[in-house]
């Protein structure tokens, strides 16, 4: 299974809560009826912990993850007139739209699954980072370099992008934040994230990873749309 991601910004002139209250009423409305999808995740940030400045290609507002069998399912759902109003929806919130299309490895624990429908703001208990290669990066397999520890995550799943040649043509910029990877990690209790991260494992593992280079690292409160 693979899952394309959605990495875009606000439209100019709304403000994040009218682009929240968009994305996952309006927009989270549209993306239910698309064929051939597993789950759907809003990811709404709600803590910039890391941004690497100046930031590359587009400021980063939100980002979605849709799970598919495989790219030939996820191709199907982009010829389809549920994913056309989807599209058509777009320029109403979004500014500039990077998509990648990623397959993931569970390194430890078990990630949960939000309750479906539940509004955004509950707690940001969830970590994403987002990195690209190190431009000397060590050939072959990537060290996950981190394993359950108390204060820890308890679930962590590392992503690799697979595809980044899908643009959404939807009037609206495509873009081209050059993400690589996008580990996600799980934390009982939003301080507990912020802790952690804080932390000399926590900044080890954003910042020194031989292979990745963090681009950003974003507290988010996962909404679950299907």
């Given amino acids: 299974m693979i899952f394309r991601s959605g990495v875009f910004s606000r439209k100019d002139g709304i403000s994040e809560t009218q682009f929240g209250d968009h994305w996952f ?3 989270g409305h549209l993306a239910s009826f698309m064929p051939g999808v597993h789950r759907y995740f809003q990811n709404h940030i709600r803590e910039r912990l890391f941004e690497v400045q100046p930031f590359p290609d587009h400021e980063v507002g939100g980002i979605s ?10 191709e199907r759902c982009e010829r389809s007139p549920e994913y056309a109003a989807v599209k058509r929806d777009i320029p109403n919130f979004q500014g500039a739209i990077t998509i990648l299309v990623l ?3 569970p390194v430890f ?8 429908g539940r509004a955004p703001g509950g707690p940001a208990s969830k970590l994403l980072v987002l990195s690209r290669l190190r431009a000397a990066a060590p050939a072959g397999p990537r060290p996950a370099l981190l394993a359950p520890t108390d204060g820890g995550p308890f679930a962590y799943v590392q992503n690799s992008v697979v595809d980044n040649a899908h643009p959404v043509s939807a009037n609206v910029p495509s873009g081209k934040v050059p993400v690589e990877a996008m580990a996600e990690l ?7 994230l912020r ?9 080890a593992f954003i910042h020194q990873h031989p292979a990745y280079e963090p681009l950003a690292a ?3 409160n996962a909404v679950r749309i299907m």
């Fill in 25 to 27: 009423q309006v927009h």
């Fill in 65 to 74: 993850q849709q799970w598919f069998d495989d790219v030939a399912a996820m």
């Fill in 103 to 105: 397959a993931g490895e």
């Fill in 109 to 116: 624990g078990t990630a949960p699954v939000p309750e479906k």
């Fill in 186 to 192: 799980f934390f009982e209790t939003e301080q507990q």
């Fill in 195 to 203: 802790d952690w991260v804080a932390s000399a494992a926590g900044q």
């Fill in 218 to 220: 974003y507290a988010v």
